[in-house]
């Protein structure tokens, strides 16, 4: 007998996103993880720095921000050597356009599909 979850694909890939080389913060470039829609499982931020940040969005391209991207997370840490998690459940979080992150001060591990 099948369960509620039968037919929900599970994050099987994996990738880690380090900072972006900015001396303010300001990133505007973010890592292209997909080029297609995908779906977004969880976000791991590790902080390296004081008030390190991630943003995940959806976008046609890497460049954010645009009238087309759409946050789908965005986690901050205040304190370096700490770090959160967001898991966003079984099913996840079904991007419109392509997956990216912009990371400030650590690195990101993203759990997701495609």
Same mark, same amino acid.
């Given at each position: 007998?099948?369960?509620?979850?039968? =037919?929900?694909?599970?994050?099987?890939?994996?990738?880690?996103?380090?900072?972006?080389? %900015?001396?303010? #913060?300001?990133?505007?470039?973010? /890592?292209? !993880?997909?080029?297609?829609?995908? !779906?977004?499982? %969880?976000?791991?931020?590790?902080? /390296?720095?004081?008030?390190?940040?991630?943003?995940?969005?959806?976008?046609? +391209? *890497?460049?954010?921000?645009?009238? +087309?991207?759409? $946050?789908?997370?965005?986690?901050?840490?205040?304190?370096?050597?700490?770090?959160? &998690?967001? @898991?966003?459940?079984?099913?996840?979080?079904?991007? &419109?356009? %392509?997956?990216?992150?912009?990371?400030? #001060? =650590?690195?990101? $591990? $993203?759990? @997701? +599909? *495609?």
């Amino acid at each position: 007998m099948e369960g509620p979850n039968a =037919g929900l694909r599970r994050c099987t890939k994996t990738v880690e996103v380090t900072s972006c080389n %900015s001396s303010t #913060g300001e990133c505007t470039t973010g /890592t292209n !993880i997909t080029s297609v829609p995908a !779906i977004l499982c %969880s976000v791991q931020l590790i902080a /390296t720095s004081a008030n390190a940040w991630v943003e995940v969005f959806s976008s046609p +391209d *890497d460049t954010e921000p645009g009238s +087309d991207t759409e $946050i789908v997370a965005e986690p901050g840490v205040a304190t370096a050597g700490n770090s959160v &998690n967001h @898991y966003f459940g079984e099913a996840g979080i079904l991007t &419109n356009e %392509s997956l990216n992150a912009i990371v400030v #001060g =650590g690195r990101a $591990i $993203i759990h @997701y +599909d *495609d």
